[in-house]
């Protein structure tokens, strides 16, 4: 784990979705180097070492089960007396344009790229009320533009980034900000799949290279920073807003 020099969760509980691997993981990894206690929520078991990390703790969950998301976040509270920070990154794809997505993969991919954050971020919310807190959403520039052949991923992170608007206005009066970052390709698990799975993989990943102007994918410790970012008192000022994290996609 990367020294951060940073210690801005000291003595606060946060809970990452999608811990166990990719953005999530980073950051894990990020929240514990600046003192949280971080509980991972995945329905993957994390990497045996991070397990026996100091100040990680584990629960395996499927965020789309609304029963076992309440009790997985009732549980955390219960165990640790508080939730301070909530970064949802749990997150899949499936490929298929408006024409040919299937109904199963529509379903799947919604399921748990906006359902499963808004049943997380519900029950953070209850937790929050009265102590207040920030929940980061992970969304995509897939959420603010449209991409050919992803039609129920950009459907699903379109829905993420205008229910952290809804969200945030909704968390205001409690002290509870909801953001949503944007990122674009980064060096992930999932994407390494996805371009793998392309019928030119080689190409696939000079194409997805090339997108960013910046010139190449980005890694996860970079979204975990801005995550960092916004869960922390630096932000205190800082909701309802989807920053985009895509080496400058988005702005041409």
Known sequence: MEEIGLSRFVGKVAVVTGGASGIGRATVCRLVA?????WIVDISEPAPEDLTLDGIRY???DVSDEPAVDAAMAQILADSGRIDVVANAAGIVAAGGAADTTL????????VNLTGTFLVTR?????MKHTGGAIINVGSDAGLVGQTGQAAYCASKGGVVQFTKAAALDGAPDGVRVNCVCPCFIATTMVENWLASQP???AARREAEAEQPIGRMGRPEEIAA???YLGSHEANFVTGTALAVDGGTTAR
């Open 104 to 111: 199963a993969d529509w379903l799947r991919v919604n399921s």
């Open 59 to 61: 629960i395996r969950l």
């Open 200 to 202: 030119d993989p080689v």
């Open 226 to 228: 801005v995550i960092a």
């Open 123 to 127: 029950a953070a919310m209850r937790a």
């Open 34 to 38: 600046e003192g949280a206690l971080v």
